[in-house]
């Protein structure tokens, strides 16, 4: 189908879809970029796809001007493809679980995302209060990575209580009262909580922690970014 009108109501509707309300009241999200498209369509989420090429997919295609692309796209130079996608459903809280408490930053939760299936995280819990995982910026820095992971947002202590059921255990961090986490060994499934950019992790999710962990760094470094601890995190519990 072609759409050469900007003033179509369908532009209009897929505008407003860089607005998380809207985004929330649809249940629909849009990821631009061909990569980002074609591991939607694996994860078989996609609803319509618009492009301003002379090219057909599988699901409903829209054939747009570059001017309407432009309308469309949250990017200053945007790319020819982009897919109108619904939320994905989340599944059981499984495995090795993260749990982020109000994670803030959409560049941090997207290298966090990656990071996450690098190594072997099953569930990615989200906090009520972390940003939107459909924010444009999260979804580019996540690299296609957000469909090949269960993400759920739910409240972090009802989540931490049930792991405490299934006696897995719960890691935080603390450089002050934590155990160097080159000397952890791990040989089960686990569950680690990071916190916020600047606050850290707020005091009655730390109360439902079994045991915190720190990162040795140089006496120079005053902290590490909260994507690149929990990249290191992650890899030395799944060693």
């Known amino acids: 189908m072609k759409i050469t009108s900007i003033n179509n109501p369908k532009v209009a509707y897929w505008a407003k879809l860089k607005m998380k309300k809207y985004r929330d009241v649809e ?24 492009t301003t090429e002379d090219k ?67 569930t990615l819990v989200l906090g009520d209060t972390c940003v939107d995982l459909y924010n444009d910026k999260v979804l580019r820095a996540s690299e296609g990575n ?9 409240d972090l202590k009802d989540v931490m209580k049930t792991l405490k059921e299934k006696d897995i255990v719960i890691y935080g961090t603390d450089v002050n009262d934590g155990e160097n986490i080159d ?21 009655e999710v730390k109360a439902l922690v079994d045991k915190n962990l720190y990162i040795k760094t140089s006496k120079k470094l005053e902290s590490l970014n909260v994507g690149v601890a929990t990249g290191i995190i992650l890899y030395e519990l799944n060693k």
């Open 27 to 50: 249940h629909l999200f849009i990821v631009e970029s061909e990569n980002l498209v074609n591991e939607a369509l694996k994860k078989g989420i996609v609803k319509e796809i618009i």
């Open 56 to 122: 057909e997919y599988k699901v409903d295609t829209y054939n747009v001007t570059p001017e309407i692309m432009a309308k469309i796209s949250s990017l200053v130079t945007p790319n020819k493809v982009m897919a109108v996608c619904n939320f994905i459903l989340p599944d059981d809280i499984k495995g090795n679980v993260l749990l982020l408490d109000h994670i803030q930053d959409p560049g941090n939760l997207g290298t966090i995302i990656r990071s996450c299936v690098g190594f072997d995280v099953d």
């Open 146 to 154: 957000i469909f090949k992971l269960d993400i759920v947002r739910m």
């Open 183 to 203: 000397k952890v060994e791990n040989n089960s499934s686990f569950a680690l909580v990071m916190g916020n950019e600047g606050n850290g992790v707020s005091d």
